[in-house]
T-cell receptor, first 114, second 114 residues
Framework: SAVISQKPSRDICQRGTSLTIQCQVD?????MFWYRQQPGQSLTLIAT?????????ESGFVIDKFPISRPNLTFSTLTVSNMSPEDSSIYLC???????????FGEGSWLTVV | AQSVTQLDSHVSVSEGTPVLLRCNYS??????LFWYVQHPNKGLQLLLK??????LVKGINGFEAEFKKSETSFHLTKPSAHMSDAAEYFC????????????FGTGTRLKVLA
């Protein structure tokens, strides 16, 4: 399995500001994803983070709002831009492990926008 | 197209009694199926997975699930609930045919009564 570290684990942010979440994996992985989990909800895929190229966004998510970087096979960042209270969620980094198609998750970043 | 349905949003059991969390799936391909657990204020932890080997899959903490193709089901069970099992449980279906896609169920919140 992969060990995934996310920072920050929690933050309270002012509306209109931006926050960058970091995801560090303890091994090189090909597939890396960013998910959002709104309060009391299931997970929604934001985008696939592609190493060395632009992320692939799901319907309803755009690069201007959620810019993603992936400079190498162990690290990625997700920025939540121009935040509003509706962006209050858990943001989860995940990777596909080396044992086939199992997906592993970080502990999540709990964002509250006030 | 793939989909996954968790039939119960909430399940309550008494400590020491069996647990049954129901999951039905739809997939055009041979699916991989997973159960994840999310304890309060935590990320998602893999409980078990089915990837076309044995249909009865054993996971961590005494949980197991049986893949039934004829019923398109992958229900999660545990013979005896423990207080520490109280959490949110997610059933996930995926296919690696072409691209990695993971479809999450809406979750089942398990409550364990003393």
């Amino acid at each position: 399995s992969a060990v995934i570290s996310q920072k920050p684990s929690r933050d309270i942010c002012q509306r209109g500001t931006s926050l960058t979440i970091q995801c560090q994996v303890d091994s090189q992985v090909t597939m890396m994803f960013w998910y959002r989990q709104q309060p009391g909800q299931s997970l929604t895929l934001i985008a696939t983070a592609n190493q060395g190229s632009e992320a692939t966004y799901e319907s309803g998510f755009v690069i201007d709002k959620f810019p993603i970087s992936r400079p190498n096979l162990t690290f990625s960042t997700l920025t939540v831009s121009n935040m509003s209270p509706e962006d209050s969620s858990i943001y989860l980094c995940s990777v596909v492990g080396d044992s086939g198609n199992t997906i592993y998750f970080g502990e999540g970043s709990w964002l509250t926008v006030v | 197209a793939q989909s996954v349905t968790q039939l119960d949003s909430h399940v309550s059991v008494s400590e020491g009694t069996p647990v049954l969390l129901r999951c039905n799936y739809s997939s055009s391909y041979s699916p991989s199926l997973f159960w994840y657990v999310q304890h309060p204020n935590k990320g998602l932890q893999l409980l078990l997975k089915y990837t076309s080997a044995a249909t009865l899959v054993k996971g961590i903490n005494g949980f197991e699930a049986e893949f039934k193709k004829s019923e398109t089901s992958f229900h999660l069970t545990k013979p005896s609930a423990h207080m520490s099992d109280a959490a949110e449980y997610f059933c996930v279906v995926s296919t690696t045919s072409g691209t990695y896609k993971y479809i999450f169920g809406t979750g089942t919140r398990l409550k364990v009564l003393a």
